[in-house]
């Protein structure tokens, strides 16, 4: 089992350019979710996917669309790149049973930056 | 809004000897409490789930406890090792429904001297 994968690991944008950030999962998890780190604050939700074909705005979600493209696979897109941005952005997965007891299983991020 | 608080600045200990790491909210009446580790450039990674009924957790040398009343948990790592050198995260369900979602304190880093 893989985990949760995402690509790329590394990425450089210039101001105004789009890009998508791809994740995966092979353990058969219903939720998956986005996240942005930056440093002093925290893992932050961007946008949750409870279910195949339902996602949801999450603390931060300006900027950022996502796809819950089969129950696998979870894409965020950045449709056009800013400098607030620059972040590492993790891909998450839970199985959920009840509200609480989920563990979350995380991607190793993608290092974004934004000149 | 329901707030979770971490100690921000880095805690330095000796090997050998017990760290003790501190997670407080407020605005919120969780039923459970997880605490991940992060190692740099690297995903989270879940260590130890309590329940409010619970009190304590213990797992190897790590020891977790939850008081609901003074809306705090204590992470506790017994006969540190450099390798324990880590970002530690707590978090707790974001409202009721079953999405899953979770809401992380901003961690605190953990620097074991050998």
């Known amino acids: 089992n893989a985990g949760v994968t995402q690509t790329p690991k590394f990425q450089v944008l210039k101001t105004g350019q789009s890009m998508t950030l791809q994740c995966a999962q092979d353990m058969n998890h219903n939720s998956m979710y986005w996240y942005r780190q930056d440093p002093g604050m925290g893992l932050r939700l961007i946008y949750y996917s409870a279910s195949e074909g339902t996602t949801d705005k999450g603390e931060v979600p300006n900027g950022y669309n996502v796809s819950r493209l089969n129950k696998r696979e979870f894409s965020l897109r950045l449709e056009s790149a800013a400098p607030s941005q620059t972040s590492v952005y993790f891909c998450?997965?839970?199985?959920?049973?009840?509200?609480?007891?989920?563990?979350?299983?995380f991607g190793p991020g993608t290092r974004l930056t934004v000149l | 809004s329901q707030k979770i608080e971490q100690n921000s600045e880095a805690l330095n200990i000796q090997e050998g000897k017990t760290a003790t790491l501190t997670c407080n909210y407020t605005n919120y009446s969780p039923a459970y409490l997880q605490w991940y580790r992060q190692d740099p450039g690297r995903g989270p990674v879940f260590l130890l789930l309590i329940r409010e009924n619970e009190k304590e957790k213990r797992k190897e040398r790590l020891k977790v406890t939850f008081d609901t009343t003074l809306k705090q948990s204590l992470f506790h790592i017994t006969a540190s090792q450099p390798a324990d050198s880590a970002t530690y995260l707590c978090a707790l369900a974001s409202g009721s429904s079953n999405t899953g979602k979770l809401i992380f304190g901003q961690g605190t880093t953990l620097q074991v001297k050998p």
């Open positions: 998450a997965s839970s199985e959920v049973r009840l509200a609480g007891t989920d563990t979350q299983y």
